[in-house]
């Protein structure tokens, strides 16, 4: 069992940045990767950011977050962070962290609300 806790989410204005947390409890040893994905009403929830814990870190992107979200991890604190900036109303959504072990079960976050207004 893996439990995840998102913070950071927020209101924003357009142009604006954030930046969400989310720490890895429980069986963090056998997390093969984490990520970040969101859900806006009427929309499938999508893949924005995702980093491999082992094999480097290799990380990949959504190609509507590539050159404004970073995703980025501390494995001292099995924390994973994404840095989200020039901040747009469709980026407007809830985000939720994601982590997969090596039999590929998924665990998520509670989900933290983003909205991107003026």
């Known amino acids: 069992q893996v439990q995840l806790v998102e913070s950071g989410g927020g209101l924003v204005q357009p142009g604006g940045s954030l930046r969400l947390s989310c720490a890895a409890s429980?069986?963090?040893?056998?997390?093969?990767?984490m990520s970040w994905y969101r859900q806006a009403p009427g929309k499938q929830r999508e893949l924005v950011a995702a980093?491999?814990?082992?094999?480097?870190?290799?990380?990949n992107y959504v190609d509507s977050v590539k050159g404004r979200f970073t995703i980025s991890r501390d494995a001292a604190k099995n924390m994973v962070y994404l840095q989200m900036n020039s901040l747009k109303s469709e980026d407007t959504a809830v985000y939720y962290c994601?982590?997969?072990?090596?039999?590929?079960?998924?665990?998520w976050g509670q989900g933290t609300q983003v909205t991107v207004s003026s």
């Open positions: 994601n982590a997969v072990n090596f039999y590929r079960d998924p665990y």
């Open positions: 980093i491999t814990i082992t094999s480097g870190g290799s990380t």
């Open positions: 429980g069986s963090i040893f056998s997390i093969y990767s």
